[in-house]
Structure formats: structure tokens, C-alpha cells
């Protein structure tokens, strides 16, 4: 399967404890996404890289947040001293930037539990 | 500022009936309006998708209705069947945002025997 892939599916932590989450798009896609998606909720966008480049961030992405693309191909979301608030399921979507549509291919998420 | 309304929150259709899951948009900028289907432990799914130049757009048994001058979209699924059940989302965006999505707080569906 060459979908999107994501790492690791599930994270529990303890509060002020940092985490990383790592996101392998489709081989062939240079624009990479990460959404967020609470319980009951539709996703949230986060931000997103096209190549490397981090071209825009949501202001949902505190100080606490950060993600990285740094050679144009795997991305890592992590977050410092996480808080309660912080448990969502983390979303990866990637497309190549000759969709300019809506037509985004997800992962299945990296589950995020702070205790 | 939530700026596109989704409703049912959920549905309960039973097998072969009509499932319709309403969305509402605030952004007249955008231009492009997808579907997504999510089931339980996976992410989400394109299953369809329409630009307001056309007021209607069917794949299969399902079908987007759209209606411009109210800023409104619906998803048909016709003949539901018990593996339609799933969470559906609609969504929107706009040329020139990257295909950034803005998400509906979804549609929990179960089609029932």
C-alpha cells in the first residue's frame, strides 16, 4: 500500500510530557497537510508544506507546535509540553500541487491521549 | 468562525432508503466542494466532489446537489446500504488556498437492516 502513512498510530502521555508524530505522504506528492480532528468534530487544518517549504500556519498551531518537512518528503508534527486540550487525532493528507482542489489522501491519523 | 454548517449531526436510514446530509456555506469565495467519508479508525475519503458551475453531479448512488443563490449543498445516497455507514463530511475551499479544506463537523450515518 503506498497511501499515506502515519506514526505512531497511538500516543499516550502525561501532561507537560513532548511528543513527535511522523507522516510519510504519497511518493509522487509535494504538498503535505496536517489536520486536526477532535471527537464529534470535522478536521481542522493546522498547516502545510509544499516541498519543504512551510507556506502557511493556522492559528490553532500555537508556540507549543511545530512541524517540519526538511527534505521535501516526510513531515514530523511535534508538540511541546503537551496540555489535556491537545488530545485529537492527528491528520496527514498529501496531493500533488497540480490538484488545487479539494482532492486531499489522508492517513489514518495518529491518536493523541494526554493524561 | 465556523463557516460551513453540516447537519443532521446523525442519520439512521434503513437499507435501501434515501440518506440526505445538508451543508451550508458562508465563504463566497469558495469554489470547489468535496465529500468525505471517514469510517471508524481510518482518515478520511474522498467519495465525491462539485464546482457551483453545475447544480448537480452524480457517481454511483451518490449525488451532490447544489444550490448557489442559498450557499447550500446536499449528498444523496440512494439504495443506502449497511457499509454506507460511516461518518460523512462536507468541506469547501477556494482556488488559490492550496486546496486548504475547511471541514463540516460531520454526519454520523448507520443504515440499519
Known amino acids: 500500500d503506498t497511501g499515506v502513512s502515519q506514526n505512531p498510530r497511538h500516543k499516550i502521555t502525561k501532561r507537560g510530557q513532548n511528543v513527535t508524530f511522523r507522516c510519510d505522504p504519497i511518493s509522487e506528492h509535494n504538498r503535505l497537510y496536517w489536520y486536526r480532528q477532535t471527537l464529534g468534530q470535522g478536521p481542522e487544518f493546522l498547516t502545510y508544506?509544499?516541498?519543504?517549504?512551510?507556506?502557511?500556519k493556522s492559528r490553532l498551531l500555537s508556540d507549543r507546535f511545530s512541524a517540519e518537512r526538511p527534505k521535501g518528503s516526510f513531515s514530523t508534527l511535534e508538540i511541546q509540553r503537551t496540555e489535556q486540550g491537545d488530545s485529537a487525532m492527528y491528520l496527514c493528507a498529501s496531493t500533488g500541487s497540480l490538484a488545487n482542489t479539494g482532492e486531499l489522501f489522508f492517513g489514518e491519523g495518529s491518536r493523541l491521549t494526554v493524561l | 468562525q465556523q463557516q460551513v454548517k453540516q447537519s443532521p449531526q446523525s442519520l439512521i436510514v434503513q437499507k435501501g432508503g434515501i440518506s440526505i446530509i445538508n451543508c451550508a456555506y458562508e465563504?463566497?469565495?469558495?469554489?470547489?466542494f468535496p465529500w468525505y467519508q471517514q469510517f471508524p479508525g481510518k482518515g478520511p475519503a474522498l467519495l465525491i466532489a462539485?464546482?457551483?458551475?453545475?447544480s448537480e453531479k452524480k457517481e454511483g448512488r451518490f449525488t451532490i446537489s447544489f444550490n448557489k443563490s442559498a450557499k447550500q449543498f446536499s449528498l444523496h445516497i440512494m439504495d443506502s446500504q449497511p457499509g454506507d455507514s460511516a461518518t460523512y463530511f462536507c468541506?469547501?475551499?477556494?482556488?488559490?488556498?492550496?486546496?486548504?479544506?475547511?471541514f463540516g463537523t460531520g454526519t454520523r450515518l448507520q443504515v440499519t437492516l
Open positions: 508544506f509544499q516541498n519543504e517549504a512551510q507556506l502557511e
Open positions: 462539485i464546482r457551483p458551475d453545475v
Open positions: 465563504n463566497t469565495a469558495f469554489d470547489y
Open positions: 468541506a469547501a475551499t477556494y482556488t488559490g488556498t492550496a486546496s486548504k479544506l475547511t
